[in-house]
């Protein structure tokens, strides 16, 4: 921008700070501008400062210092402990005991002076006799009448602060030794500067008058606006970002993932986080020996440890499927199935648990629900892994029910979702058949984002379910990471509110 432009656009009080800067020769600090420019407040210089600063018309210098002040004055007026005891042993002849001493300065005090004339070889103490001795050295007879450096710096301090530039280094270093007694401070010194442009502007002549910044009722109720002088505005000029309120990233494709669902004709549902062995494993055919169970898998409670099994019928058709294969045509397990075993209580592994226990407690068609909710595995935290995430899960019950259509499904779910390639292959998991795993298409590759499969006869039958149940369950941090282009996984818990901030709205 040239001089004309800036000068239209400038306010009352960046006109006001330019003519004091020209009458104080183009340079000076806020306080003379202040007092030149006849303002109200120093922050009213600040701020007009700050963007003539963004539209190149001054310049501001800025430099920090640090300075030190007396945090304790009594030292100022008792002085330090070791010229007390200094003239106190001085007196004596140049030796003292230490009793004496004490009993003179007070124990607390005379230790504190033992010390001092020791660290600056004032006195060396004596231990070889009776009682301690104290004498004075040949620096401590020339100190006897002479201020020592940080004697007189404490004194300079008594009058103001010093800063650090100004002060004797080692004599600073010993004040600074002494608890309490100094306290420093960042001083930031400014200078306002006319720069090129705002020379320019200035000799073009700078008239200070009132202007109307921004339109009110009641400058249109009165007619004042008919006589008013209005600013002029440049929307090029800096302003600071204004971030609307939203929702969590994570929230956001929540909700989404929740929208396409119920559209898809789907109920939600979700259940405690606190289960028994049973409806998380031993209801889905998972044997009891089997590795998801371990502790490095799975994270076990102290208390409550166990949770009592309530449907008896269940149970006992469960413990048969496991057995024998129960009525469902299977060999099962050949193992002594454990109800102790299948009483331990757990924090769920997966949400297979919430729709495994709808079932139980809706075994007729249809049925058409789904969940997103947090799951528990003992996992390293790394960028692909957390002990604590979500997952997408869900099932259809009809009659008729096909594989063909959970492919169908599955495919129609992630269209929606804004992935244009879907694949499904092969892939096993103990609780159905067939089963298959989902891919998508994503910046070149394809990306594994969870599983399905029909609910093996072994899973349905004790439940008493006639027709087939088509399951699934679908990583939804992988999804989300997806959808934000993130590498790792733990950004998406993480409080970085530019992050959020910057977040489009979608």
């Not at 020769?25 to 003379?32: F, Y």
């Not at 300065?105 to 002076?113: D, L, T, V, Y």
Request: charged content about 30%.
């Amino acid at each position: 921008m040239n001089a004309t432009e800036v000068l239209e656009g400038l306010s009352h009080s960046e006109k006001k700070v330019l003519v004091a800067l020209h009458k104080l020769e183009g340079r000076a600090s806020p306080e003379k501008v202040f007092e030149a420019g006849d303002f109200q407040q120093l922050v009213e210089v600040m701020n007009a400062s700050s963007w003539l600063q963004s539209k190149g018309a001054v310049e501001i210098d800025e430099s920090a210092r640090k300075a030190y002040a007396l945090r304790d004055r009594s030292l100022l007026e008792k002085g330090v402990p070791e010229r007390r005891a200094l003239v106190l042993i001085g007196e004596k002849g140049g030796s003292l005991g230490v009793k004496d001493l004490e009993a003179a300065m007070g124990k607390e005090e005379s230790s504190m002076a033992i010390g001092w004339l020791m660290k600056k070889r004032l006195a060396r103490l004596d231990k070889s006799g009776a009682e301690p001795m104290l004498h004075l050295s040949e620096e401590g007879r020339n100190g006897l009448g002479v201020e020592m450096p940080d004697e007189a710096l404490l004194k300079r301090m008594g009058d103001g602060d010093i800063f650090e530039d100004q002060a004797d280094k080692a004599a600073l270093e010993l004040l600074k030794a002494r608890k309490g007694v100094l306290q420093d401070k960042l001083v930031v010194s400014r200078v306002l500067r006319l720069s090129r442009l705002g020379q320019e502007i200035v000799a073009q002549g700078v008239e200070i008058t009132d202007e109307v910044a921004q339109l009110t009722p009641e400058l249109l109720q009165t007619g004042k606006w008919k006589g008013a002088s209005f600013r002029k505005y440049d929307i090029r000029t800096f302003a600071p970002c204004q971030y609307p309120s939203k929702k969590h990233p994570i929230t956001r494709i929540a909700d989404e993932v929740r929208r396409i669902f119920i559209e898809m004709g789907f109920n939600e549902i979700d259940d405690e986080y606190v289960q028994p062995a049973f409806w998380n494993m031993d209801a889905l055919f998972t044997p009891q020996d089997h590795p998801a169970r371990d502790l490095q898998d799975t994270f076990y409670l102290k208390n409550p440890c166990r949770l009592p099994l309530d449907d008896e019928d269940i149970v006992q058709k469960v413990k048969a499927v496991h057995e024998n294969g129960g009525d469902t045509g299977s060999l099962g397990w050949r193992y002594a199935w454990s109800r102790e075993e299948a009483e331990r209580a757990l924090l769920r592994t997966h949400t297979t648990v919430n729709t495994i226990r709808y079932l139980a407690k809706h075994p007729d068609p249809p049925a058409k629900v789904f969940c997103i909710s947090r799951i528990f595995r003992n996992e390293s935290i790394d960028m692909t892994h957390l002990p604590e995430f979500q997952q997408i899960e869900g099932i259809i019950m009809e009659e008729g029910a096909s594989f063909d259509m959970l492919v169908s499904t599955l495919k129609d779910f992630y269209h929606r979702m804004g992935f244009d390639k879907v694949r499904v292959r092969p892939g096993p998991f103990p609780y159905t058949e067939p089963s298959l795993e989902v891919d998508i298409y994503y910046n070149g590759s394809w990306m594994e984002l969870g599983g399905a499969g029909v609910f093996r006869p072994e899973v349905t039958g004790p439940l008493g379910i006639k027709h087939p149940v088509l399951a699934w369950g679908l990583g939804f941090e992988r999804l989300a990471m997806l959808k934000w282009n993130l590498k790792d996984i733990r950004e998406l818990y993480v409080t970085d509110l530019d992050m959020l901030r910057q977040s489009p709205i979608f």
